[in-house]
């Protein structure tokens, strides 16, 4: 049984670029939320997806966006990278539709870093 | 004042102490309790989750929930050096989005 997919593993990017991580999530799961994890921190809540919209969010610019697909799959786009957005990404996801919402099931990230 | 405070260490301990681990929080709206381990480039799983207060054992791991305190625990009894990696408290309200804390480094010495 295939947990929750990321990719890529690493990516570099320049400031001002745009990047876009991608996520599968586990069989079975409808739900995905993204977190920011600065080093040395505990992962920080970007927003969450539900049904293709979103449905929460965290305090996170504008520059931070995403997407559903019907197939749950999901994507996170920041633009206009800062040196400040280079973190490990994590993608997690759960099943609201069968009330486990809390059962998070986490990818291994994205290590992202803007130079 | 931060909703979740957790000490960072790094806390290092003998194999086969018993190790505790905790977080206090702000926000009384926090139904739902949790606790991740976090190994070197890997993403967080899922250890144990609580509702409201009480306790909750799972083989060497113990969780506690004190929410007239604000205050959460983790033990792990009979530890070993396999055990060694960060540990995060995370919780949650109704609005189920969930809050982590900075994650304590634990180093169990062989």
């Known amino acids: 049984d295939a947990g929750v997919t990321q990719s890529p593993t690493h990516l570099i990017k320049t400031r001002g670029q745009q990047v876009t991580l991608r996520c599968s999530p586990k069989?079975?799961?409808?739900?995905v939320s993204w977190y920011q994890q600065a080093l040395g921190q505990g992962p920080q809540f970007i927003f969450q997806y539900y049904e293709e919209e979103e449905r929460q969010r965290g305090n996170f610019p504008d520059r931070f966006s995403g997407h559903q697909f019907p197939n749950y799959s999901s994507e996170l786009n920041v633009n206009a990278l800062l040196l400040g957005d280079s973190a490990l990404y994590l993608c997690a996801s759960s099943s609201i539709g069968q009330g486990d919402w809390y059962g998070y099931t986490f990818g291994s990230g994205t290590r992202l870093t803007v130079v | 004042q931060k909703e979740v405070e957790q000490d960072p260490g790094p806390l290092s301990v003998p194999e086969g102490a018993i190790v505790s681990l905790n977080c206090t929080y702000s926000n009384s709206a926090f139904q739902y309790f949790m606790w991740y381990r976090q190994y070197s480039r890997k993403g967080p799983e899922l250890l144990m989750y609580t509702y409201s207060s009480g306790n909750k054992e799972d083989g060497r791991f113990t969780a506690q929930v004190d929410k007239s305190s604000k205050y959460i625990s983790l033990f792990i009894r009979d530890s070993q050096p396999s055990d060694s990696a960060t540990y995060l408290c995370?919780?949650?309200?109704?609005?189920?989005?969930?809050?982590f804390g900075k994650g304590t480094r634990l180093h169990i010495l062989p």
């Open positions: 069989s079975g799961h409808d739900t």
């Open positions: 995370a919780m949650s309200g109704r609005d189920d989005k969930i809050i």
